[in-house]
């Protein structure tokens, strides 16, 4: 499950008001409100519904782990990976150089 500080940069990320989350999540914008500002606890049902909306809209959640905490970043989408693979591919082929 997220926490309020992820609940909030994910929606920052993905750019979405608490409006918008409201309507793709059936959350209330009170409720999201009360959330993020960790006035309120949200039910486990509201605070899913909260995470599958963003993860819908391009915020992927880093949890807790040994890569130094929690987080969110937005997901590569198609455009994004093929414009890497490209970047990547670039240089030719890798070979031996005389470049000591």
Known sequence: MITSSQC?????????SRERLAIS????PEIIEKFERS??????????????????AGAVFIPDG????????????????????????EGGVVAQD???
Do not use: H, M, W
Not at 8 to 16: D, F, G, I, K
Not at 25 to 28: A, D, H, P
């Open 8 to 16: 909030c940069a994910a929606r920052a990320l993905v750019e979405y």
């Open 39 to 56: 006035l309120e606890n949200a039910t486990g049902v509201d605070v899913n519904a909260l995470q599958a909306a963003l993860e819908k």
């Open 66 to 89: 040994d890569s130094g905490g929690i987080g969110v970043r937005l997901k590569f989408n198609r455009s994004d990976t093929r414009r890497i693979a490209t970047l990547e591919n």
């Open 25 to 28: 999540s059936g959350v209330s």
């Open 98 to 100: 005389d470049v000591p």
